[in-house]
Structure formats: structure tokens, C-alpha cells
């Protein structure tokens, strides 16, 4: 017998990666796997590019040595993308100027997701943002 990926809710993918800027690119490829897995590869840019800078804050403002990716599909409609980190700080989305080095994350973050936020955890925190399945 063999196993297929479900098309909603649990299990999704999950990966405990190290907190270093290098793990972005395992991400990444957790979350072109998933949605390669749920025939959704038309996402994999914004999916990728929304890791990307989620790991890049939890590698910049979190504590310990490491972060948990997870990609979940809660809804046949929505694909959600997600970074667990140990620090209980939320994010807080800036507006950079031209000239700052950073700050610009969770703007890039808004452009693809249709919604974005943290949820508490005992131990820290989950940030996610959502992506619809177009189509």
C-alpha cells in the first residue's frame, strides 16, 4: 500500500532546523516539497520567499539554537507557512526607508500572504502567514 499526502489538515511537513541564516534554505525546500506534494507548485515562489523571511527573524530576534518550520494546508483553500521560535517578542512590522539595512521582512511577507500573525506558545511563539490556493 502506498501512502498519499492528504489534501487538508494534519499531519502536514515539519522540519526542526538549527537558528542560522544557512536553514533558510532547507526551509525552502520543505516548502516546495509540501506543495509539490499537494499539487500546488504554483505557490512555491511566494511560499518560499515568505519562509525566507520568517526564518531571517527568528535567526535575527529569537533565543536558542533552534526554529521549527511547518507547513499545514487547515483548508483545502489555504496553505499556512509557519516559523516556531523561542522568544515570547512579537514581531512588529516597519516601514523601512531606502537607506535602512533591514526592517523589511514582514512587508515582503504581506505582499503574497492573505493574512499573517503570531500566535503565543508556553515556550515562545508561532509566526505564520496564509497563502490561498488559487484556482
Known amino acids: 500500500m502506498a501512502a498519499s499526502p492528504r489534501p487538508t489538515g494534519r499531519p ?35 511560499g518560499a520567499l515568505i519562509v525566507t523571511e520568517l526564518v531571517a527573524n527568528a535567526v535575527r530576534h529569537a533565543q536558542r539554537g533552534s526554529i521549527r518550520i511547518t507547513i499545514d494546508r487547515p483548508e483545502e483553500d489555504r496553505v499556512r ?25 514582514l512587508a515582503l511577507v504581506e505582499k503574497p500572504a492573505t493574512e499573517w500573525g503570531a500566535d503565543p506558545l508556553p515556550w515562545g511563539k508561532r509566526v505564520w502567514a496564509d497563502l490561498e490556493v488559487r484556482g
Request: charged content about 35%; glycine content about 10%; cysteine-free.
Open 12 to 46: 502536514g511537513y515539519s522540519e526542526t532546523l538549527p537558528r542560522e541564516s544557512a536553514s533558510a534554505a532547507a526551509a525552502r525546500r520543505l516548502v516546495r516539497v509540501a506543495l509539490s506534494a499537494w499539487g500546488l507548485e504554483d505557490l512555491a515562489d511566494d
Open 81 to 105: 507557512v509557519a516559523v516556531v521560535d523561542f522568544s515570547r517578542r512579537y514581531p512588529v512590522r516597519r516601514d523601512s526607508g531606502p537607506e535602512d539595512e533591514g526592517g523589511r521582512g
